[in-house]
T-cell receptor
Framework: KAGVTQTPRYLIKTRGQQVTLSCSPISGHRSVSWYQQTPGQGLQFLFEYFSETQRNKGNFPGRFSGRQFSNSRSEMNVSTLELGDSALYLCASIWGGLQFFGPGTRLTVL | QKEVEQNSGPLSVPEGAIASLNCTYS??????FFWYRQYSGKSPELIMS????GDKEDGRFTAQLNKASQYVSLLIRDSQPSDSATYLCAVNRGAGNQFYFGTGTSLTVIP
């Protein structure tokens, strides 16, 4: 099976802009989680989707949102970007309680 | 108090030695425990999962869980330079798929 794919892999934006990141989970996996990883904070949970429904949400401001489509692909959106949003954004495909990460999207906010 | 705590290291061991990585968690209801390896510039890779008290072995890796002490560890036997990475401990409290990660321990295996 193909692994988790994330697009784009790298992104440079300026403050105030918005960004949309995409994730395609492993075929057959219906649950997807998103994480933000920064050197200072480590991996922080953003949200989890299962069958198009958000089941869990981390402690991030409302500027961070997501959705999941009927084919299990997921997108996350960050509006009004801030410098502190620069991070590696990781998507994980979940099956049987096990998480498998995609390669991530490296977002730089200037 | 953080959900999951790890010693950030760095931990250095000589090639062939046993590397011991430790993790504590705060919520007693946690049910599932995981170790991930993350090479620099790469995404985390799942290497071990453990659900019951005791030891679980997979090749050179052994995960140990002590729920009474809220403690999880990972032993890497016969450490190799290719084991040099950051090791992340993760915990699932069982309320769906919400995982909490430690900040990771950096391991360097010296040839």
């Amino acid at each position: 099976k193909a692994g988790v794919t994330q697009t784009p892999r790298y992104l440079i934006k300026t403050r105030g802009q918005q960004v949309t990141l995409s994730c395609s989970p492993i075929s057959g996996h219906r649950s997807v989680s998103w994480y933000q990883q920064t050197p200072g904070q480590g991996l922080q949970f953003l949200f989890e989707y299962f069958s198009e429904t958000q089941r869990n949400k981390g402690n991030f401001p409302g500027r961070f949102s997501g959705r999941q489509f009927s084919n299990s692909r997921s997108e996350m959106n960050v509006s009004t970007l801030e410098l502190g949003d620069s991070a590696l954004y990781l998507c994980a495909s979940i099956w049987g309680g096990l998480q498998f990460f995609g390669p991530g999207t490296r977002l730089t906010v200037l | 108090q953080k959900e999951v705590e790890q010693n950030s290291g760095p931990l250095s061991v000589p090639e062939g030695a046993i590397a011991s990585l430790n993790c504590t968690y705060s919520d007693r209801v946690s049910q599932s425990f995981f170790w991930y390896r993350q090479y620099s510039g790469k995404s985390p890779e799942l290497i071990m999962s453990i659900y019951s008290n005791g030891d679980k072995e997979d090749g050179r890796f052994t995960a140990q869980l002590n729920k009474a002490s809220q403690y999880v560890s990972l032993l890497i036997r016969d450490s190799q330079p290719s084991d040099s990475a950051t090791y992340l401990c993760a915990v699932n409290r069982g309320a769906g798929n919400q995982f909490y990660f430690g900040t990771g321990t950096s391991l360097t295996v010296i040839p």
